[in-house]
């Protein structure tokens, strides 16, 4: 197991609201972090949530998909576990979230946006509505509970003092990690190889959309 007394810190923040910042702190400060992982999905949607369990005794942390839709089963099965929500302007938010899946069909944004959603570029309304229903769903769930869950703003200046505040390690000698921060602007195009990489993605994704569909999972 990886993490020995210590609590699990659950990442539950949305994907592009500083999950990759958030990584690269809680590593910083000696977690071993585990992220986005497609293959637990799987098991997840299948209800085995030992099988899930088992994936989490090689982290002290995860964070981005599919764990920010799990907490309610994490808080449960995972006593004492601490939670973190990254948020950020909505608008931003969705810019970026638009950009980065693209026009990329997958099983996990299917899930989270829902059937026939997965292209948040195609339906901004629906897209920012499951973002602000993720975030006050996990303020209500811990709205009593005010020392399991931290709600940060990377984008505005958080930084190491609130997170160490929350999680009790001192504050680093190290500037905070702020990832993804500069948008990458190239005049080339993909390379074959990764247009290759793109294809073969596609196909695989059609089917396991197709396959959870006719299972009823999504």
Known sequence: MARDSSPLIVGVGFQKTGTSSLRDALRILGYHVGDNNHQVLWPY?????????????QFDAVEDNPWPLMYKDLDTLVPGSKFILTVRDPERWYESVARHIGDLRD????????????????????????????????????????????????????????????????????????????RKVSGAGPSLRRRLKGTKKRVKYAAQIAYLRARGML
């Open 107 to 182: 099983p996990m944004h299917e899930w989270i946006y829902g059937r026939g959603k997965g292209l948040p570029k195609d339906d901004k309304t629906h897209t920012l509505a499951v973002y602000h229903r993720h975030n006050q769903a996990v303020m209500d769930h811990f709205k009593d509970r005010p020392n399991d869950l931290l709600v940060v703003d990377f984008t505005q200046g958080a930084g190491w003092e609130k997170l160490c505040a929350f999680l009790g390690p001192p504050v680093p000698d190290a500037p905070f990690p702020h990832a993804n921060n500069k």
């Open 45 to 57: 949607l299948h209800g085995n949530m030992s099988r899930v369990l088992r994936k989490l005794q």
